[in-house]
């Protein structure tokens, strides 16, 4: 009787053991039969170990696998012994300034033999290709980081290399001077691949050329962020961004035109650190710092220019004036005095400045450059009527009497001679009285 019992329960124990599984569910997933194995080393274009890191190795497009993270040591390595079969592509995790440049990828069979190998750069927009990870095989991956700045150039590169012919077509409208035609074949590139930097440049030129000076700077600032090493792209940068505040200013925009300028200036400035030798570049960041009231930076300028250009009359006059501004008339005169000598042209070309000076309504200027063309030719008979002007104008009519008798003496045939004349007596009449 005991021995049947005992024969029933071994019978029954299956039964009950395999009743005691389902009552705790289903079993969790099983991991894969045949794993492969992952390692390798990750370094920086000087082989040097880039580490401290995560690696993220993603399915490839229409693999079942899930993604995995594997961290990179200190030393630049990474291992990971249950590695699941299956396509992945592999990119360096929360590292913004870095990205994967190149791989070497190996394949390893159970007795460490070499079966594959393939050596390979990223795409500079699409990353690695794909590796595979194969069951009861050994990965060696060798992974390479550079900086991002040097994806973003290679990027360019292709888009270029890929945007050749429309870049063509673009050059030669503007060689011919059909700056819509740039425009509108700008546009059509641009819309399929908007980072092209010398279509964004290109373009930007020809809207300037087309006075669309609004459009043209900030095209020209996205050109700037694209391409800050296109030739010449600070030049045309400060001279669009001058041209721009002016039109600002001249709507009543001083404000934001007076920004526009000091930032003009700044372009200037970077492109006469890449051409010290650029003399327009010199004379227009004058001529921004001037609009923008940077009175302590334009006299630097101007004293730069005058050192480097010492025949550029206008740089003398307005850093005299400057001095004037300031209650520094010595140095005023002193700088007037550095003029080199010259010959009648050059007289009148001082005589020139003084007219500018005085229609701008800045007397004591034109006075010291009046004064300096009297010097070098005092037989200039339209530098003695403008002093005369100059003088009346600082109510000093006892200095104007002798210089329009003098106009008179120069220039007895000049046809607003009998109007001097006129002047001169009721002068003569108002001291005599």
Do not use: C
Not at 97 to 112: E, N, Q
Not at 302 to 308: D, F, N, R, S
Request: aromatic residues 6%.
């Amino acid at each position: 009787m005991a021995g049947d019992v005992r024969r029933a329960f071994r019978a029954t124990a299956p039964i009950v053991a395999l009743l005691a599984l389902a009552a705790l569910g289903s079993p969790p997933a099983r991991a894969q039969i045949n794993p492969g194995k992952l390692e390798g080393t990750l370094v920086d274009a000087s082989g040097a170990p880039f580490g401290e890191v995560t690696l993220l190795f993603s399915p490839a497009e229409g693999s079942a696998v899930s993604p995995r993270k594997v961290k990179v040591n200190k030393k630049g390595q990474f291992t990971y012994a249950f590695f699941p079969a299956g396509i992945y592509v592999v990119e360096l995790l929360d590292v913004e300034d870095k990205y994967l440049k190149s791989m070497v990828y190996r394949l390893l069979d159970d007795t460490g033999l070499e079966i594959d190998r393939q050596e390979t750069e990223a795409h500079p927009t699409k990353g690695l290709p794909s590796l595979s990870v194969r069951p009861n095989r050994k990965v060696v991956l060798e992974l390479t980081v550079a900086p991002r700045e040097v994806q973003k150039q290679l990027a360019m590169e292709v888009e270029l290399s890929e945007s050749r012919g429309p870049l063509k077509d673009m050059s030669d409208h503007y060689a011919a001077g059909d700056y819509e035609a740039v425009v509108a074949a700008s546009d059509a590139l641009l819309a399929e691949k908007p980072d092209v930097g010398p279509a964004v440049y290109l373009r930007g030129v020809a809207l300037w050329k087309l006075a669309r000076l609004a459009e043209a700077h900030a095209t020209l600032e996205r050109a700037l962020e694209l391409v800050p090493d296109q030739p010449g792209i600070f030049g045309v940068m400060g001279s669009v961004t001058i041209e721009y505040a002016d039109e600002l200013a001249g709507s009543g925009k001083v404000e934001e035109a007076t920004a526009l300028y000091a930032s003009a200036a700044d372009h200037f400035k970077r492109n006469l650190e890449l051409d010290p030798d650029s003399r327009p570049s010199l004379l227009s960041r004058a001529a921004a710092l001037d609009k923008a009231g940077m009175k302590a930076e334009l006299e630097q300028v101007l004293l730069q220019i005058v050192e480097v250009d010492p025949g550029y009359l206008q740089a003398y006059f307005r850093l005299s004036n400057l001095y004037l501004e300031s209650d520094r008339p010595e140095d005023a005169l002193a700088l007037l005095g550095r003029i080199p000598t010259a010959d009648k042209d050059a007289a009148v070309a001082i005589y020139n400045v003084a007219v500018k000076l005085y229609n701008e309504k800045d007397i004591a200027a034109a006075e010291l450059a009046a004064k300096k063309a009297v010097e070098i030719d005092p037989q200039l008979a339209s530098v003695r009527r403008l002093l005369a002007r100059v003088y009346l104008q600082q109510g000093n009519d006892a200095a104007a009497i002798p210089e329009l008798e003098k106009f008179i003496e120069l220039a007895p045939d000049d046809p607003e001679v009998d109007d001097e004349r006129t002047l001169l007596e009721a002068l003569r009449k108002k001291a005599a009285s």
